[in-house]
């Protein structure tokens, strides 16, 4: 085979790489809502404030697309329902994020977390939240993997946030 053929082959399978990844990414749980019931909602979906304050973040394995306008939320990673999975990304490739669902979160992890690395801290409660989404770090003290964004929100922002945690997800996208 020569240089050149092979440099096209080389090519040709990068392209087809890309191709099957946008398509994956373009069936990856994309059914976001158009219109939100709260801020808390709607800083969950597109990590925009009703208000127009402003909410960044820092880290997170950045997903094709996740920059763009719907896609910047928690729900990008944790799930239209908050209930976690597989994600794929840039450069790990693909993260889990753990279900962020109320039970999840506020009451004794260890059943719900069984199948990933996050039954080893007790439930949360505001101020724990807080620090894990502004500053990626548990209960229990320990440091969130990068995959997981830190976020930099107002204070009456992470509490419309909060308490759309703390809401049962609705069932309007299990169809
Ligand atoms: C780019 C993907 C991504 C986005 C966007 C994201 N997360 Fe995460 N999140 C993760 C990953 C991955 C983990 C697990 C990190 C680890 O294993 O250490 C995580 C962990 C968490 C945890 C810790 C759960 C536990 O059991 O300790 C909370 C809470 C959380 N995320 C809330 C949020 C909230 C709220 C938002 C939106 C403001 C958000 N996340 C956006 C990927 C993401």
Sequence with gaps: MTVTRFIVLVGLVTLATVIVFQIFISFDRYNAPKTFSSNGERIYFTGKSISGSSITSTGGDSHMGMHSDTRSGCARCHGNNREGGFVLTMFNFSVVPPPITPEALFRDQADIHSQDE??????????????????????????????????????????????????????????
């Design 118 to 175: 996050h039954g080893d801290h007790g439930s949360y409660d505001d101020e724990s939240l807080k620090l894990a989404i502004r500053q990626g770090i548990d209960p229990a003290g320990k440091r969130l993997d990068m995959a997981m964004p830190r976020w930099t929100m107002s204070d009456s922002d992470i509490d419309d946030l909060i308490s759309y945690l703390r809401s049962q997800p609705n069932d309007k996208f299990d169809e």
